[in-house]
């Protein structure tokens, strides 16, 4: 993975979020959702930032952990915004997909660092 264009695709991720959140119809619950998503999805884009900056393979690796859990969290508000109806799925659809896909090269970042360590 290249990491400037990761560093560009977590950032989007933040700011999508914000635009989307920014869109949720204001209730008490929503407010709550629209705080957490904004929290995580850019605790994603912070971490890999410094994971880019990590002394050792060890401390990438658990930095990039940190990467991986705030993607899954912001996953996770994604679908509770989903499924309580405050946005339609399709609306959804393509942050649901370019969060997995970071999910997705943030674990194949850490076996590789994982199996270069053994």
Same mark, same amino acid.
């Given at each position: &993975?290249?990491? $400037?264009?990761?560093?560009?695709?977590?950032?989007?991720?933040?700011? /999508? *979020? !914000?635009?989307?959140?920014?869109?949720?119809?204001?209730? /008490? @619950?929503?407010? *709550?959702?629209?705080?957490?998503?904004? /929290?995580?999805?850019?605790? #994603? !884009?912070?971490?890999?930032?410094?994971?880019?900056?990590?002394?050792?393979?060890?401390?990438? *690796?658990?930095?990039?952990?940190? #990467? +991986?859990? $705030?993607?899954? %969290? =912001?996953?996770?508000?994604? $679908?509770?915004? =989903? $499924? @309580? !109806?405050?946005?339609? +799925?399709? /609306?959804?659809?393509?942050?649901?997909? %370019?969060?997995? +896909?970071?999910? @997705? &090269? =943030? #674990?194949?970042?850490? *076996?590789?660092?994982?199996?270069?360590?053994?």
């Amino acid at each position: &993975m290249d990491a $400037e264009i990761f560093k560009f695709r977590t950032k989007q991720l933040a700011l /999508r *979020i !914000g635009k989307m959140a920014d869109a949720i119809p204001n209730t /008490r @619950s929503s407010s *709550i959702y629209a705080k957490q998503i904004i /929290r995580s999805s850019s605790s #994603v !884009g912070a971490n890999y930032r410094a994971d880019c900056r990590a002394k050792s393979p060890a401390d990438m *690796i658990n930095k990039l952990k940190i #990467v +991986e859990e $705030e993607a899954d %969290e =912001t996953l996770y508000w994604l $679908e509770l915004i =989903t $499924e @309580s !109806g405050l946005l339609p +799925e399709n /609306r959804l659809t393509d942050l649901i997909k %370019e969060t997995n +896909e970071i999910i @997705s &090269m =943030t #674990v194949a970042s850490i *076996i590789t660092l994982k199996s270069k360590q053994k």
